[in-house]
């Protein structure tokens, strides 16, 4: 083995390693989906996690009086201000209790969810998911069997989708 | 001495030069011996200055600019034109000698670094759209050495609020010796030690506490201290809008000198501090309004003197903010927008549908601002009125603004730019209220007023308070903010603090006022609708939001009557809960929803037994109990609990279907202190006794 292969060799393994860093769990592979067990309300979901930005717990949210009852109020994350929705009011059951767990949604504008428990990270087979065919509309897009029952999964681009709607936002305020 | 020989001088040249330039405008509006004579102290000041680093072409434009005022010093008359014309010449080569000192920003280069998003901006949108007159420079958005003076005060002050703190940690470890000294007196534990050892504990836990209230007052202070430094910091990203003033004043002195009319500048409103970047695409804008304001706008001599004005004409930009908006606005005193014109370009230029109906003046302002239409009868050097508003319409896009017109003929015209503020320094008055923190700005603070307990209740419950003979509308700040939810416990406001927005007042009560501070007022989020009484949000400390009320909201929302219901809320809270004994379901809930909207805080049971249990598990204002009840009924636990010394004291109220005199009696005779009757229930009765029995 000349000293070039060692060294191109080297270098490959070096850029493989930094890559396992720099990849995102949820590219691990295609066969399984990376999933957040979680409950909005009294009702238990799933969330995608590659559809989520980030998972923060006790986020202090300064309730903002308004007239979208689902907003809870506003949160500061790095040094911007988030627009956070509970989610189990946007979904239609919710709570007086104040959620704790807060799950930034990636795109624009910033948006963040709320949801009142975690029970766990999980992965799946992507084949266990039950995709509905068609539309079925509002924001669950499929089902996944886990122990303890089988979940709804919130997709969260459609959440974020029912939150413009909610606010008469539209893509072209985007453009602009 | 640093390596940079020119350091100081580029500071001090950039604030002379920038005094020269409006003093040059203002002594062409108003000459005078006063003005004349600080022109020259500020050229020679420079003079002395430049030649000391060596600049001898600046010391020699200064010395020039010298020699043309000196023959004014004792006169009030104006200068000649030409000499007008040398000194904004001179004016001009100055002030570009000394911009070109400006360092390439070279790494490492030792210089003050000027704060952030100061670079022209404005250049490109004027070049590109007028290449008949040359690209504007933006204006010189730059903190004032006033606010960085202001910054190194806070955080000097803020470093000696680290004093107590260090010698807090001197105090802590003395009284870590003295408590290991005692844990030693108490192991030899010799005879009469005890006591010794006692009296030292005691000292000690005394100290201890008289250290901790120290550190935690020295720790409020720091960190209130900490919270005025990030805002003077925030607000040294933001500049006056003064600062465009002197630009858009060259802008009009050389269009009138241009066309040989006279016509003076009044800029308004310059205090107003904005983020450099919408100022400076403003003020692009501007410079081609006022430039249209004196072309189009301003009549020559004659025609004014025809039309009875003075030979002068008046060009005025005013700014301002409203709410979460600013609005520049110029007005000149011209001969208004001429609508026949516009007609005839808006047809000449196939823009009005042959056979539709004549559009009124409103429509063809629309028209004009739209575009592509010029009044201007031949393309004189200064620009049509088109291209000018297409620019502002241009910044207006931009920022997400509006543009309107409005004229009046023979009188003038007025083209109104108003631009959502992205970020707006305001000095905040931090209010609480049922455990939130908002802030009002200052500027719409008339008064505070503390109120009493009873006034309180009075004006929460009328949504009026009376003050300085006028009656104003009032609004609980927690009601605002919880905006129809529940409200948290807590008192009646302490304090109303008047606010005056749009010529109406409004007084707002809180609990308590907890200081003033500067801060940056953000917009709030797209996807965060919020009621008009928030105007924004700030960031405290720990990046957590803190709402910035709007004083135009709080005084329209009163103005609307809302709140005033959720106001009565936090007046009518009572220290001590309410017992509710009842086996009827829906009466508990009924009862409970009368009570907790009237402010109350309630506890339930559904039995007399498990009522006397929650009795004398916690201290209750008052027990509202059913007579009919399996088990132990109403009279048995009034009865009861009246024997009861714990208990005796605490108001009980029957509540009862029967009604006959008999039950009535009876009630009484057991010791309650009210009898209400369901049949008849009347929800003002039964919270009229509680108000009479429950003390506040």
């Not at chain 1, 998911?129 to 999964?153: C, N, Q, Y």
Request: proline letters at 7%; hydrophobic letters at 45%.
């Amino acid at each position: 083995m000349s000293p070039d292969t060692v060294s191109i060799r080297r270098s490959d393994l070096r850029a493989d390693f930094d890559r396992s860093f720099a990849e995102p769990a949820r590219r691990y592979d295609r066969e399984h989906v990376e999933l957040l067990a979680v409950r909005a309300g009294d009702h238990p979901y799933a969330l995608r996690l590659s559809q989520a930005a980030g998972l923060f717990p006790d986020r202090p949210v300064t309730p903002l009086p308004g007239p979208a009852a689902a907003l809870l109020g506003v949160a500061g994350f790095g040094g911007g201000i988030v627009p956070v929705y509970d989610l189990a009011a946007l979904l239609g059951h919710p709570l007086p209790e104040r959620p704790r767990w807060l799950v930034l949604v990636g795109g624009a504008p910033a948006l963040a969810f709320a949801f009142h428990r975690l029970d766990g990270h999980l992965r799946v087979p992507a084949d266990t998911i039950v995709t509905e065919t068609g539309d079925a509309g509002g924001s669950l897009r499929g089902m996944v069997p886990l122990p303890g029952g089988t979940r709804a999964i919130v997709d969260l681009p459609a959440a974020r989708a029912a939150v413009h709607a909610l606010t008469g936002h539209t893509d072209a305020d985007e453009e602009r | 001495m640093s390596g940079d020989p020119l350091r100081y001088f580029r500071i001090e040249a950039r604030e002379l030069v920038d005094q020269i330039s409006a003093g040059v405008l203002d002594l062409d509006q108003q000459p005078g011996p006063d003005l004349v004579a600080r022109l020259l102290r500020f050229a020679h000041t420079l003079k002395g200055a430049a030649r000391v680093v060596k600049q001898q072409e600046i010391a020699d434009r200064a010395h020039e600019f010298e020699e043309v005022l000196i023959p004014h010093r004792t006169e009030d008359a104006p200068l000649a034109t030409d000499q007008m014309r040398e000194l904004l010449r001179l004016n001009d080569e100055i002030e570009a000698r000394v911009a070109a000192l400006e360092p390439a920003p070279a790494p490492g280069a030792d210089v003050p670094a000027p704060p952030p998003a100061t670079g022209p901006v404005a250049g490109p949108v004027a070049g590109q759209l007028e290449p008949g007159v040359p690209p504007e420079t933006a204006p010189p958005p730059r903190a004032a050495t006033a606010d960085v003076d202001d910054l190194l005060d806070a955080i000097g002050e803020a470093h000696a609020r680290f004093g107590p703190l260090r010698t807090g940690a001197h105090a802590l470890d003395r009284l870590h010796r003295t408590a290991e000294n005692l844990a030693d007196q108490l192991r030899s534990a010799r005879a009469g030690g005890a006591d010794t050892a006692r009296l030292g504990a005691l000292r000690l836990a005394a100290d201890l506490s008289a250290l901790g209230r120290r550190l935690t007052d020295s720790v409020e202070q720091v960190e209130r201290e900490l919270d005025e430094i990030r805002g003077r910091a925030e607000r040294l990203r933001l500049v006056a809008a003064s600062t465009v003033f002197t630009a858009l004043h060259r802008a009009v002195r050389d269009a009138a000198d241009g066309q040989g009319k006279r016509v003076r500048f009044e800029g308004r409103g310059g205090d107003l501090r904005l983020d450099p970047h919408v100022l400076a695409l403003v003020n692009g804008a501007f410079l081609h309004v006022v430039r249209n304001a004196v072309a189009h706008g301003i009549e020559p001599a004659a025609d004014r003197a025809a039309a009875g004005k003075p030979a002068e004409g008046t060009v005025v930009v005013e700014v301002e903010r409203r709410g979460r908006f600013a609005a520049f606005r110029c007005t000149d005193d011209g001969r208004g927008f001429d609508v026949a014109a516009i007609r005839r370009a808006a047809r000449a230029r196939g823009r009005l549908a042959p056979g539709a109906p004549e559009p009124d003046e409103r429509a063809l302002l629309d028209l004009l601002l739209r575009g592509g239409i010029s009044t201007s009868a031949g393309v004189t050097e200064v620009s049509g009125r088109g291209i000018g508003l297409d620019v502002a319409r241009d910044v207006a896009d931009q920022l997400d603004g509006a543009v309107t017109l409005g004229s009046e003929a023979g009188r003038g015209a007025t083209v109104e730019l108003v631009v959502p503020l992205a970020l707006l320094s305001v000095q905040g008055l931090v209010l609480e209220a049922a455990g939130t923190v908002a802030t009002v700005p200052l500027d719409a603070v008339r008064t505070c007023v503390r109120l009493l307990p009873d006034q309180a209740a009075t004006a929460a419950a009328t949504g009026r308070m009376a003050h300085e003979g006028r009656a104003l509308p009032f609004l609980s700040l927690a009601g605002v903010l919880y905006a129809g939810a529940a409200v948290p416990d807590s008192g009646p406001p302490g304090v109303a603090v008047v606010l005056a927005a749009d010529g109406e007042a409004v007084a707002v009560g809180v609990d308590r006022l907890a200081g003033t501070s500067t801060l940056v007022v953000r917009p709030l989020p797209k996807l965060a609708p919020a009621a008009p009484v928030i105007g924004g949000v700030a960031m405290d400390l720990d990046g957590n939001p803190r709402l910035v009320l709007d004083a135009q909201g709080l005084v329209a929302a009163a103005r609307n009557g809302r709140h005033v219901q959720a106001g009565a809320v936090p007046a009518a809270v009572e220290r001590l809960p309410i017992l509710i004994i009842d086996d009827s379901l829906t009466t508990r809930m009924l009862e409970r929803s009368i009570l907790e909207s009237a402010g109350y805080q309630v506890d339930l049971a559904a039995s007399g037994e498990e009522g006397l249990t929650k009795a004398r598990a916690r201290r209750y204002g008052l027990f509202l109990t059913d007579i009919d009840m399996p088990g132990i009924d109403g009279f048995t636990f009034v009865a009861r609990t009246r024997a009861d010394p714990a208990l005796s004291g605490v108001p009980a109220i029957l509540v009862s279907s029967r009604s006959s005199a008999e039950d009535r009696q009876r009630g009484a005779e057991v010791g309650a202190d009210a009898y209400v009757v369901k049949g008849e229930f009347d929800q003002e009765e039964l919270l009229a006794h509680i108000r009479r029995l429950v003390p506040s």
